[in-house]
């Protein structure tokens, strides 16, 4: 069945209780990335755009490509834990979560050219084909918090989303399955002077001192993982280029309920007790960009990278199920839908476009340094569907968003044939700091690794990495305070390979 649906928007807002079917915090979703890569990319916090000859170059710099002298074949598992505290209220929440994934695999095939029976120095000296894939990005959280607001209900948010529209085509459910449309029918909210006007159930009965208390559930899953076809190549040992074709592939699935109690109402035999509102979305689709990238070799121990990560176009598909329960303080209790009922959207979300310049330097033979810094403008995010118009989440997306910079820095020490490996990264906040705090928008990353590689042709790695921040999120546009949700999560991944 297709129509227009009610999502809970993950980040900063939970409701999203208009017609339309998505809202800004899809762009931010769909548009940060956490590399995750291979395991010893992993182990230098990902700073890799001036490194090369890793499968993760793919994803990060192409050029890393051209720096391969052998053929390769990697893969890479990855296990996760996040946890979260949060707090509402007054109250505090803490909850878990463990996860698996598989961050990386793929590739290489490696031509180097001849030069009269030896290995080409000058022009083309070798060039690379790269197939396989890289994660971008996990949604694996638990989230709960529960606490007290006033003067505020569920109702008037979804009162306030639906004024303009009329009520009569809320009675078919094949019409319009809305959570406006639900609270209407079960009157969580109800018609204020005319078919096209609305108002809460508190607000219709006068009520204007009252405490309420939330109790929000969160349990998100999924991924977004990235698919290459790459070349490299070897311009004299000097310069290196790269490009990549990529499929970006996004699967995330949200379960999430909110439960509001009247607490205390300064009205008496009040009608209303409480309301739970559930709803179910599976996001899938996929989109296609490039990478472009080079590395400069000025001298044998200092390398120096630039890339672009154009804008990806993902289509998207979102298969969800909305239930809306109202409970009357004399005990009767009203749901819709009456029936299960599962409906789709189809849209177009266009991710920012990716900047990054990097630096690698190897200190006698013993040790590398390397830094890379990433600029992503957010607010550049937008979305589009057929037949229908977003200009006002397009609006709040460069309202809300702005230019974020990340900053990665990584050291590997070699010690015969083992490497030991330490690195931190800045992730920048997406949000302008008149709308959000910085602090509660970025995220530090710290990590270590340790890598063997034996005869040359066959190496293990094994990286540790713990992402930290903290997130906002609030019930409902106007609930008058934001729940802060403190989180950590850590990934240890392992990984090797073999060069032939």
Known sequence: MFAKRII??????????????????????????????????????GAWGAVGADMSSASINPAGLGLYRKNEFMASVSFNSFSSNTSYGGSEISDYRLGFNIPNFG????????????????????????????????????????????????????????????????????????LSALAWRVRLMDNNGSRSNYASIQKLQGDTNYFVNHFQQMKLRGRASEWYVSVG??????????????????????????????????????????????????TK??????????????????????????????????????????????????TEPAEDREDYFEYQLRTPSRYNVSGALTIAKMALITVDYEQVDYSTGKLS???????????????????????????EVKYEDLRFRAGYA??????????????????????????????????????VNQVSGKDLYTPYDGANQNAVNSFNRLMVSFGGGVRF
């Open 8 to 45: 809970l928007g993950i980040g900063l807002l939970v409701l999203a209780g208009s017609s339309q079917a998505q809202y800004h915090e899809d762009v931010f979703r769909y548009s940060r990335q956490n590399y995750q890569g291979s395991a010893r990319t992993m182990g230098l916090a």
């Open 107 to 178: 590739l290489v095939l490696t031509n180097l050219n001849q030069y009269k029976g030896k290995s080409a120095t000058q022009g083309l000296v070798s060039y690379s084909f790269a197939f396989g894939v890289n994660r971008l990005a996990d949604y694996q959280q638990n989230i709960e918090y529960s606490g007290k607001n006033s003067n505020t209900t569920v109702g008037d948010f979804l009162a306030q989303s639906a004024q303009g529209r009329d009520s009569a085509n809320f009675l078919s459910t094949d019409y319009d399955n809305t």
């Open 233 to 282: 190549m070897n311009l004299s040992n000097f310069v290196y280029l790269g490009a990549s074709l990529v499929f970006q592939d996004v699967n995330f699935t949200s379960n999430i309920s909110l439960t509001e109690d009247l607490l205390s109402s300064t009205v008496s035999n009040n009608v209303y007790k409480s309301s739970i509102i559930n709803q179910y979305v599976n």
């Open 285 to 334: 689709g996929s989109g296609v960009g490039v990478k472009i990238g080079t590395i400069i070799r000025p001298l044998d121990f200092l390398k120096l990278g630039a890339s672009y990560h154009s804008a990806v176009i993902l289509n998207l598909t979102d298969y969800y199920r909305n239930d809306l329960t109202m409970v009357y303080s004399d005990g009767r209790s009203f």
């Open 385 to 411: 569907a057929e037949g229908f118009s977003y200009d006002k989440e397009n609006s709040r997306v460069r309202t809300l968003y702005g230019k974020a910079t990340n900053i990665r820095t990584g050291i």
């Open 426 to 463: 800045m992730l920048g906040s997406p949000f302008k700091e008149d709308y959000i705090s910085a602090e509660n928008g970025k995220r530090t990353l710290i990590s270590a690794g340790f890598g063997w590689i034996y005869n040359q042709d066959y190496f293990f790695d094994l990286g």
